[in-house]
Every structure is written in structure tokens, then in C-alpha cells.
């Protein structure tokens, strides 16, 4: 059974920055894609990035673009969310999910989540 644990999210102002870790445990990592995805109060999960087995990386919205960056460490399991210049629109629970295939955009193709951390941007 594969599980996915998120880690390092907080309070964060305007601005700063915060780093997410997802802990990939019950398989080795190498050979799934892991994506990052946010959800807010009555709105729909979204896809912030996704990495590749192969390493290739992926950006969803715009609005990440230039200020998120994902990387995957296979030796230790785990995957980064470093998030810089944070605004308060990027406030939300914050998921790591897995699947086999190439990267997605649908939450509903990924096969395992985790609990979720919480990102909150605020003065």
C-alpha cells in the first residue's frame, strides 16, 4: 500500500516562501509521477505541478509559473513544492497524489493522496 505524507506547510506573508515535502513510502518512487494539487472552501481541487519518473516537470496554472518549482529526490522518496513570492490566492490544503501514467491535470486519475498540509498567506 502506497502512502504519501506532506509536510511543511504553515503561515506564510505576502511574499515569502514556504517548501512542501511529500514522504513517498510502500514502493520505491522512481517509477511513479507525483503531482501537487490545492484545494480552497468551496472550490475544486486544482493541479499546481507535476513531476515525471523521467524528471520532466509540469506547471499548471499561470499564476505558479516562475514562482513554484517541484523537484523529486529517488533516493530519499520524496518530493518538493518550493513556493516563493507566495500571495494570499495561493492559500489552501495543499495534496500529493501518485499514478503510474504521465503527468495530469485530473485529480481523479491519481491513485493515492495524502492527508494534505495547510498554506495559509497572510499579513
Known amino acids: 500500500q502506497l502512502r504519501l505524507v506532506e509536510s511543511g506547510g504553515g503561515l506564510a506573508q505576502p511574499g515569502g516562501s514556504l517548501r512542501l515535502s511529500c514522504a513517498f513510502s510502500?514502493?520505491?518512487?522512481?517509477?511513479?509521477?507525483i503531482g501537487w494539487f490545492r484545494q480552497v472552501p468551496g472550490k475544486e481541487r486544482e493541479a499546481v505541478s507535476c513531476?515525471?519518473?523521467?524528471?520532466?516537470?509540469?506547471y499548471f496554472p499561470d499564476s505558479v509559473k516562475g514562482r513554484f518549482t517541484i523537484s523529486r529526490d529517488n533516493a530519499k522518496n520524496t518530493v518538493a513544492l518550493d513556493m516563493s513570492n507566495l500571495t494570499p490566492e495561493d492559500t489552501g490544503i495543499y495534496y500529493c497524489?501518485?499514478?503510474?501514467?504521465?503527468?495530469?491535470?485530473?485529480?481523479?486519475?491519481?491513485?493515492?493522496w495524502g492527508q494534505g498540509t495547510q498554506v495559509t498567506v497572510s499579513s
Open positions: 510502500g514502493n520505491t518512487l522512481d517509477a511513479y509521477v
Open positions: 513531476i515525471r519518473a523521467s524528471g520532466r516537470l509540469i
Open positions: 497524489a501518485s499514478r503510474l501514467a504521465g503527468c495530469s491535470s485530473d485529480s481523479t486519475t491519481y491513485n493515492y
